[in-house]
């Protein structure tokens, strides 16, 4: 039996471009403070009406929740560039470092929604659904995070007294809160460069602070390189 005209692609394609005007003027209202934006407004940023937000999202707090979900995605494309085979399970570790601070640069208004989910939004049982599969996602992609600490320890790379469970929450805890500092409207603010500039420091910290003893040189400092996510790196050598 053919697809009812509510179901036809031509149909299909015009719901997923309303849905993504709203996610985009939801973004830029809630990027300045979720609980003062008004649906009236949002609604007439994206050039639809109130009835429609709720009809694809269900509410203000499905609305964030689904934006919080957008940005998981978008994350796990960068963090893809981290876990590149050339690179040792360290590397790519170290790496993820880069493309967090590399998200954060090109999409600044998905940061916050990367970053503090829950913080602003109290969902409704009726979002429940959404919530969990905002939650599954995550623990997805912390997971495979996890993941490469665990080869670098197998590896020898990365000392085996660290949990690696505890310590993929702990770098994830550590990069939100130094890029959350360019949010600050005090003087702790940081600038994007004093950011990029915390964050590489702390990937040195990171990578000397994880490197088992015997993946380190002569003068006792680690073997993995600080690899640029975005870039070519020179061919490794026998020495690594």
């Not at 997923?16 to 009236?40: K, S």
């Amino acid at each position: 039996m053919a697809a009812g005209p509510e179901h036809s692609p031509r149909i299909t394609r015009r719901r997923a471009r309303t849905r993504e005007q709203i996610l985009d003027a939801a973004e830029r209202a809630f990027g300045t403070g979720y609980r003062a934006a008004r649906m009236e407004d949002l609604a007439e940023a994206a050039d639809v009406s109130v009835g429609s937000i709720y009809g694809h999202f269900g509410s203000k707090d499905g609305l964030y929740l689904a934006l919080v979900e957008r940005a998981l995605e978008q994350f796990a494309t960068y963090l893809d560039h981290a876990f590149r085979p050339d690179y040792t399970p360290l590397e790519q570790v170290l790496a993820a470092g880069d493309v967090y601070l590399r998200f954060h640069l090109e999409h600044p208004s998905s940061f916050r929604f990367l970053a503090f989910d829950g913080v602003e939004a109290q969902t409704p049982a009726g979002d429940e659904r959404l919530r969990e599969r905002v939650g599954e996602r995550l623990e997805e992609i912390l997971g495979s995070f996890q993941a490469r600490i665990e080869a670098a320890i197998s590896a020898g790379e990365a000392d085996a007294g660290y949990d690696a469970k505890l310590a993929a929450r702990f770098l994830w805890g550590a990069w939100n809160g130094v890029v959350s500092f360019s949010l600050r409207a005090d003087r702790m603010a940081l600038t994007d460069e004093e950011i990029a500039a915390c964050l590489r420091m702390g990937r040195r910290m990171v990578n000397e602070g994880l490197t088992a003893p015997g993946f380190r040189d002569a003068d006792g400092r680690s073997r993995a390189r600080l690899v640029d996510a975005g870039a070519p790196t020179e061919p490794r050598s026998d020495a690594g």
